[in-house]
């Protein structure tokens, strides 16, 4: 697999034109949003491609240093979670593969979405805003901004007026809401158009959630069939 990723792939219908690329969170796997795709309504026509890659295996600071699928190493500085620099960069490079793959199977940039939770979705984030080329958007759920002081110096033009999707929960013990409200601001000052909506839930989806992130595809994919 591109980027050295494995990854579970569902199609919803034949010759897809469109690519969804949605990371799952801290020691889950590609399987985590598998069951989701019916859910989220998409039309058989024209069809999407979506990749559900399996994030490496690595030790985890924060749960003890066990052994998981994590995109970047997680420590917690003075009882603050701090993302490790070296495993989101090694990670965005990754995903970029997979980007690279979609284009080689016929689906360009301006029609793939990069999708994440919680660590996942901090990963679309940190990629998407990066991404040299235009994408359709970007589907941050449950998550925070890695890296945050080098979006502004870092983040590419083609992506300045990118839809961005953010979604929280009000009951989110894992990632508290203002994290994600801090990410919503610090993107909002630099010009994103982001639409940020928060549920009543703890950490993980509920049903009005998918209900607007499959409007939200169905908008940025085009997808009226």
């Given at each position: 697999m591109a980027g050295g990723l494995d990854a579970i792939e569902i199609e919803t219908g034949s010759r897809?034109?469109?690519a969804v690329l949605w990371m799952h969170g801290l020691g889950a796997d590609g399987h985590d949003f598998v069951d989701l795709v019916p859910a989220l309504g998409l039309p058989e026509r024209p069809g999407v491609r979506f990749v559900f890659p399996h994030?490496?295996?690595?030790p985890v600071t924060i749960n003890h240093g066990m052994v998981m699928r994590a995109w970047y190493d997680v420590r917690g500085d003075a009882g603050v979670r701090r993302e490790d620099e070296e495993g989101v960069r090694e990670s965005?490079?990754?995903i970029e593969g997979l980007v690279a793959r979609e284009r080689q199977?016929?689906?360009?940039?301006?029609?793939l979405v990069l999708a994440?939770?919680?660590q996942g979705g901090a990963m679309a984030l940190h990629t998407g805003l990066r991404h040299a080329e235009r994408l359709a958007g970007?589907?941050?759920?449950?998550?925070?901004?890695?890296?945050?002081?080098t979006v502004a110096s870092e983040a590419a033009a083609a992506n300045r007026a990118t839809p961005v999707f953010m979604a929280h929960g009000t009951h989110d013990a894992v990632?508290?809401?203002a994290r994600a409200r801090g990410a919503r601001d610090v993107l909002i000052r630099l010009g994103?158009?982001?639409d940020y909506r928060e549920y009543p839930m703890p950490h993980a989806v509920c049903d009005a959630e998918i209900s607007d992130v499959g409007a939200w595809l169905r908008n940025v994919l085009g997808l009226t069939g």
């Open positions: 897809p034109v469109a994030a490496p295996m690595r965005a490079r990754r199977r016929g689906v360009a940039p301006e029609r994440g939770f919680s970007i589907l941050a759920l449950s998550c925070f901004l890695p890296l945050p002081d990632i508290p809401p994103y158009a982001v």
